[in-house]
């Protein structure tokens, strides 16, 4: 079987959810396909020349570079597919083209922009849209990253669970370092003190940073307790209010963050604090259990799914109760080694190996219907 597989997003420069997704889910897709007794063909497609070494060799896989400036999925891609007619064809984000012939997966990570439709531009969220209605009634089956995604799937558009297959996204583990060295060097790099509670994502309404922030103002005047900082750990995004942070002492901004930076942050704090309003599948938390960091999260979306019963789990309405939760891990040693331990077990369940295998078996289920 001949499978085409939409590779564009692996070669952006900063790698967020979904491109990461698409890279990690495609390299070891390749490795397991090679361990097949009757591999398939698969043919990556790219807008940009990948670097030489970002997926492993293999006689199964061919590459495609179809430089285009715009529309390249409905325009550019779709040519290519009307040309080689695959039996299959993969687009690991959402938006399939608009027209293009033969059977088809696509993979919808979430649906934020129905809960949120103000946290999105006007012309994004119309795409988004258009676009995964279009996808989700065009394509064989749907991969969805969790079942908060699949229920909202059938929810919104009547999407038959029939053809939605929950497959959770792998999450790579994180190194652990061997002294407490890195972690003095990633404190003098970003200028924390030796505690910090720390939050990982874009900073955007949905990502409920104000109560954060008011948590953490609180939990300082409730506790007081000047000797700990707050780490807001990525990109300002759209909607984001400086007045959030108006008169909070002890917040700090990194900006965008290296990979190479992330576990060591992770490995320093206090707690992740991620109780967010919206997660089609929060990939920080099952980054801070591999880590050793315990982890205040949200009872709300997939979150629930996810942590399972290794952290903290809060309204994310409830400012109080995230206050609350951030002085049990900070005065409660016994409480952070237990989530701890049982970070590490849950954190487990989720490896890229598990969701390639998963994933090939969709294909499996295609190549019995040809």
């Keep these: 079987m ?13 790698l967020t959810g979904t491109e ?36 492993p060799s293999s006689a199964y896989t061919e590459f495609c570079i179809i430089p285009f400036a715009r529309a390249w999925t409905h325009l550019r891609f779709a040519q290519e597919i009307w040309k080689t007619r695959p039996d299959v064809t993969f687009v690991p984000a959402h938006t399939l083209p608009f027209i293009f012939p ?15 439709p103000e946290a999105h531009p006007t012309r994004q ?38 053809k939605i297959q929950v497959i959770y996204p792998g999450v790579d583990a994180q190194p652990l370092l061997d002294t407490m060295q890195d972690i ?26 104000q109560r954060i922030v008011q948590a953490f103002a609180q939990w300082q005047h409730q506790y007081d307790n000047q000797d700990t900082a707050f780490v807001l750990a990525g990109g300002k ?7 959030w942070l108006a008169d909070v002492k002890n917040i700090r901004l990194t900006g965008y963050i290296d990979e190479s930076d992330k576990s060591t942050l992770l490995q320093g704090a206090v707690a992740l604090v991620f109780p967010t309003l919206y997660e089609g599948f929060g ?18 979306s997939s979150l629930p799914e996810l942590v399972g019963n290794a952290g903290l789990m809060v309204n994310p309405e409830d400012v109080s109760a995230i206050v609350d939760a951030m002085q049990r891990y900070h005065t409660q040693d016994d409480l952070r080694e237990k ?32």
Excluded at 2 to 14: F, K
Excluded at 104 to 111: A, F, G, N, P, R
Aim: hydrophobic content about 40%; charged content about 20%; some cysteine.
């Design 237 to 243: 995004g759209w909607l984001f209010d400086e007045a």
């Design 125 to 162: 969220r119309l795409y988004l849209d258009l676009t995964t209605r279009y996808s989700q009634a065009r394509a064989t089956f749907i991969l969805a990253d969790s079942q908060a995604t699949a229920d909202d799937l059938t929810t919104f558009y009547g999407t038959s669970p029939s």
């Design 20 to 55: 990461h997704y698409a890279l990690r889910l495609i390299q070891s897709l390749i490795i397991a396909n090679d361990q097949r007794d009757t591999p398939y063909q698969l043919k990556l497609y790219f807008r940009d020349t990948p670097p030489a070494d970002l997926f």
């Design 283 to 300: 990939f920080p938390v099952i980054e801070a259990m591999h880590c050793g960091t315990p982890v205040i999260a949200s009872t709300t």
């Design 184 to 209: 003095a060097t990633i404190r003098t790099k970003y200028n924390l003190p030796e505690r910090y509670f720390l939050f990982i994502g874009t900073l955007q309404p949905r990502k409920n940073i």
């Design 339 to 370: 989530m701890i331990q049982a970070g590490y077990q849950q954190a487990q369940i989720f490896t890229w190996d598990k969701t390639a295998h998963d994933t090939m078996a969709v294909f499996d289920k295609i190549e019995n219907m040809l």
């Design 102 to 116: 033969g059977r088809s997966i696509v993979t919808v990570h979430d649906l934020g922009y129905k809960y949120f």
């Design 2 to 14: 001949r499978i085409a597989i939409d590779a564009s997003r692996t070669t952006v420069a900063h």
